[in-house]
């Protein structure tokens, strides 16, 4: 037995070397350097790009983007009526005026979104259909070594950088958040999700049941309720929602006067976010008093005799959760014309019918939507690791969150829940730009936040307090999440109306900072 162990052993060994050295031997792809890689082409990463380009000219940089075309979630989500959930005036880049209807639909977001690139001469930095798969920092070389896939053709691609912009925003793009009810094999008809939403599903004279009562159910809902027999939303638990004109007077007023654009843009974006500070402030002062006005709104189209405290009246704070603005009031219209009903109640299982309730009630379907949310991704699911020793973010510690401790040369745009994520955008935007002619023009090649002495005792807590902010979302994955501190650059404080005061005016020579 022995002879034959060490026989095996031998071949084994052989065979490994063998493989070895064939991988070595096999052609590597072309690696491409450059000063900078955003990672995304959606909001944010266009966003990114018109700043390195306007800030940094100095810098070489790249976009790498998994699909087709730019947009990000616009070009993934194609569900009918999909529109912006906040407004377009501070949802928009500052540096490009927005001259629409303050809620726009996907078609006119990516329009606007390729007039920057056009504009700016930003499509010779973006490569479309390239899918990263892993990053590797070098302590050593003092880069980034970026490793992917182009999806259209199948090769392997490989990319180094000195510094890394991840702007692929928060969640898994490949599906949506559906729970495992019992009995889904059951149903009889379709079952589908908003973010994968079939662009020849028919949909014309069905019953259509939609589950969810976010952003996403109430801009379904409306959308198809002209053209379905009924549509059913069926609700765990009600949500917020501000209903109003989808229009900005002010900005149509100065429009009349023939203002410029450019200054009807900051004019009303600054209008609106003091609207939003106060509405915020006064969110967490007078939450009561809150929600009484958000709920006359509601009862404003549904009457006196509809029961806004079983369908419309949430039992969290109205700050806790994002509020999305209802063009028009478009679903209560539906509701009130009777195209369109609320069902508020659980899920006890599906049927081959539809679903039944926990109440005994069996909702019939022929087709069901499950707008339940989607699956938070950290950092775009990719593999990410310092000198090939595995990154876990969960164990490090988010510096404002956007840079975390152990990974060098990394900022991650996560935007706001209570304001526009483009927001954000532009103000890390400066601070990245002002960062990097910061470390060129004193010659220094990397850079990591450190806990500093004085954090050492700092105690260490989830990513967001679920008190402050708690939609199911996030609650799932927080345990993948970074960690934060008690200190404000310890932690996304959600909070532009600080930051963008505070961010400007971060000491980039603060021991926070460790340089090589």
């Known amino acids: 037995c022995g002879t034959v162990d060490l026989f095996i052993s031998h071949c084994v060994t052989r065979d490994m070397s063998e493989a070895k050295k064939q991988i070595a031997s096999a052609p590597q792809p072309a690696v491409e350097h450059f000063d900078v890689l955003v990672v995304g082409a959606g909001i944010s990463g266009v966003g990114a790009a018109y700043h390195l380009q306007d800030q940094c000219p100095d810098q070489t940089f790249l976009v790498v983007e998994g699909l087709e075309s730019y947009g990000g979630t616009w070009q993934i989500h194609r569900y009918p009526g999909i529109r912006s959930d906040s407004d377009l005036y501070t949802f928009g880049y500052r540096f490009k005026p927005w001259v629409g209807a303050p809620i726009a639909t996907r078609d006119e977001i990516l329009s606007y979104m390729g007039e920057v690139i056009e504009d700016n001469q ?106 379905c027999s009924h549509v059913t939303v069926l609700q765990r638990s009600p949500t917020y929602f501000i209903p109003g004109v989808n229009e900005n007077e002010l900005a149509d007023t100065l429009r009349e006067l023939e203002v410029d654009e450019t200054w009807i ?84 299982r599906f049927t081959e019918k539809g679903i039944l309730l926990k109440s005994g009630e069996e909702l019939e379907a022929d087709i069901i939507a499950t707008a339940t949310g989607f699956n938070l991704s950290v950092l775009g699911g990719i593999n990410f690791s310092v000198d090939d020793q595995p990154v876990d973010f969960a164990e490090t510690v988010t510096y404002r969150g956007m840079m975390f401790t152990g990974v060098p040369n990394m900022v991650w745009i996560f935007g ?101």
């Not at 002002?434 to 807590?461: H, I, T």
Request: glycine residues 6%.
């Open 122 to 227: 930003l499509d010779s930095h973006i490569r479309y259909q390239h899918h990263i798969s892993a990053a590797n920092w070098s302590s050593e070389k003092q880069r980034w070594t970026l490793e992917g896939t182009r999806k259209d053709t199948g090769e392997a691609v490989r990319f180094t950088s000195n510094f890394l912009w991840m702007c692929q925003g928060y969640y898994e793009h490949a599906k949506g958040y559906t729970p495992a009810w019992e009995g889904m094999d059951k149903f009889k008809g379709q079952i589908v999700h908003p973010q994968t939403w079939p662009e020849d599903l028919d949909y014309n004279g069905k019953h259509v049941l939609i589950i969810g009562s976010g952003a996403t159910a109430a801009t379904l809902a409306p959308a198809i309720a002209a053209d």
């Open 265 to 348: 843009h900051e004019i009303a974006r600054r209008q609106i976010l003091r609207n939003q500070a106060e509405f915020t402030r006064r969110a967490f002062e007078e939450p009561e008093v809150v929600k009484a006005e958000l709920l006359s709104g509601v009862r404003a189209f549904l009457g006196d005799q509809y029961d806004i405290e079983k369908h419309f009246t949430p039992t969290y704070r109205p700050w806790r959760q994002r509020i999305a603005f209802v063009p028009n009031g478009d679903i209560f219209q539906g509701i009130a014309a009777g195209k369109a009903s609320m069902v508020t109640d659980e899920i006890e």
């Open 416 to 516: 706001y829940f209570r304001a526009s994520w483009t927001l954000r955008v532009d103000i890390i935007a400066d601070f990245v730009c002002r960062l990097l002619n910061f470390m060129a023009a004193k010659g220094y090649q990397s850079v990591v936040p450190v806990l500093r002495p004085e954090d050492a005792d700092m105690p260490l807590r989830e990513w967001i307090d679920p008190e402050n902010f708690n939609p199911g979302y996030l609650l799932r994955s927080m345990h993948l999440m970074p960690k934060r501190g008690d200190k404000p650059e310890w932690q996304h404080t959600q909070d532009y109306w600080l930051e963008k005061d505070e961010l400007p005016k971060i000491d980039l020579e603060d021991s926070v900072f460790k340089y090589q």
